[in-house]
């Protein structure tokens, strides 16, 4: 192997999570696990790179996504892949593959894992980013939108998230959404001098795209112009009525906009957002909608759907709350190497009477001061820790507690500190956990 020249230093846009930042994203993942789960939910994991043309016929080739920001490589056959710009192409492609023909319907899945785009990084903007998502495969109509946004709401809930409002739309489809575009080409083409290269590439190719465009102009541009909601077809405006009155007695907080379109060509009839003013200016926390068309363009058995992704990094930042369990702490400090053995059973033995504790042994047996020093630290900083504990605890083991089968425990906080036998350990751990 050559040396390795410079400092290392990962890829621009990609970011390590050591702990405690590792943990919180794994307690998040967990939240989503058991909300997702209550709503009959099951975890699919696809692979993070797929042939280049399922993004490409699926996101949609005017998109941003697919146009400039996708990681596209030649195997060493020749086969264009690209790493997964977002998962719900992936998701459809493994259902198609499977067959739905005979599956049973609805299909409820979700999914957390990294994804990559080629985007200028900033605060909250990644090249690999994470994102936990939902697909709800097999339902037509307002009551599929209305559960992933009712369930979409008990998650961000659970996380602490308690004044998020979505921001809903309904894209036009079918001939009402070609009649939109052309609408918005007669408005928008006596402007076009005020567009850029590639909003005016938009105009002529893909006008819905015009309202990704990240140019303030291109808002000014639209600003007057026709609106999303004024171009429904009856069954559209019908299933768009139904699903603000079931949020409604949901009690979901959404208002309506009718310039967000998500980026994304899949989208027929419902997208919707959510924005935290906690996050800079990368704020949308999360987008999805409902693509009725996309499984049957694929080549699947024509099957409506809807879902979402939270933009699992931008989630995190914007949390309040640790997301971790508060969990009991024990650290096991031997006086000595002879106390070294004594200690790893005595470390077991707390695992067993309390499962949810954590339990970390100091293996250096330099001694009680020195080997106190860590959990002492851990006390005055518990936020520094993969670990958020609901109290920390020394174990302190010499000689004398070698010699009586004893332990020593000190209450970090309050600085009291008891002896007793090892026996007694399960029962006076159980007896702290139920004060
Ligand atoms: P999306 O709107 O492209 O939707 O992405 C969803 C979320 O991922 C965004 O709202 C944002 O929070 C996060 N995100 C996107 N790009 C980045 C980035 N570069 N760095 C950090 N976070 C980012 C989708 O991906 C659709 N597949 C959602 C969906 C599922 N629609 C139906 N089902």
Redesign the pocket.
Known sequence: MGAVRGRLKAPKGTHDLFPPESERFAAVEATARRVFGSYGYGEIRTPTFEATDLFSRSVGDTTD?VHKEMYTFPDRKNRSLTLRP???AGVVRALVERGLQDAPRPIRLWYAGP?F?Y?QPQA????E?R?I???LVGVAGAAGDAEVLIMLFAFLGALGFRDLTATLNCIPVGEARTIFSKALQDHARPQAERLGAEDRRRLEENPLRLFDSKDPEVARVLDGGPRTLDFLDEASRRQHEELKALLKAAGVRFTESASIV???DY?TRTVF?VASERLGA?N??????R?DNLIGDLGGPPTPA??????E??LIAAMQSDGRTARPVFFVVPDSPDELAYALAVAEEIRTAAPDAVVESDLTGRGLVKGLARAAQAAREPAQYAFCASGIHAVLLGSREREEKAVTIKDLSTGEQQTFSRAQLAERLGAGRER
């Not at 909250?124 to 090249?127: K, L």
């Not at 949308?284 to 909608?289: I, K, P, R, T, V």
């Open positions: 996504i977002e998962n719900t994804q785009r985007e909250g903007r990644y090249r980013f994102q998502g939902v697909e998500r980026g994304l989208y957002e990368q949308a926390l999360l987008g999805g909608g693509y809807v879902g979402f992704a939270i933009g990094d931008r």
